[in-house]
């Protein structure tokens, strides 16, 4: 079993920053590609970003593409999710999630492990 926590979630400005972070234990971390995911009230929850397990390879939706960067420190057992430029769009829970396939970490049902969610707000 692995254990996701994430942290760093908050009220910001739109324009503004954040910076979220999830810790995990548990589990070999660096054998786990990670994703982060978000969901707001009567929505799906949907795919935001992936890292491989190495770190040499990322993906990102559409809507946040140049805006926010997947980072992963394998000695650290953490990942994390730099958020620039937020939009009140981009309000919702954060889930960080662990997976231990290659390809297709878009998909919710690639995951295996997640975590508790953290909120984020951004006013308009």
């Known amino acids: 079993q692995m254990h996701l926590v994430e942290s760093g979630g908050g009220l910001v400005q739109t324009g503004g920053s954040l910076r979220l972070s999830c810790a995990a234990s548990?589990?070999?971390?660096?054998?786990?590609?990670m994703g982060w995911f978000r969901q707001t009230p009567g929505k799906e929850r949907e795919f935001v970003a992936a890292i491989s397990w190495s770190g040499g390879s990322t993906h990102y939706t559409d809507s946040v593409e140049g805006r926010f960067t997947i980072s992963r420190d394998n000695a650290k057992n953490t990942v994390y999710l730099q958020m620039n430029s937020l939009e009140p769009e981009d309000t919702a829970v954060y889930y960080c999630?662990?997976?231990?396939?290659?390809?297709?970490?878009?998909?919710?049902?690639?995951?295996?492990?997640w975590g508790q969610g953290t909120q984020v707000t951004v006013s308009s």
């Open positions: 999630a662990a997976s231990l396939y290659v390809d297709y970490l878009t998909l919710r049902t690639s995951y295996d492990y």
């Open positions: 548990g589990r070999p971390f660096s054998s786990y590609a």
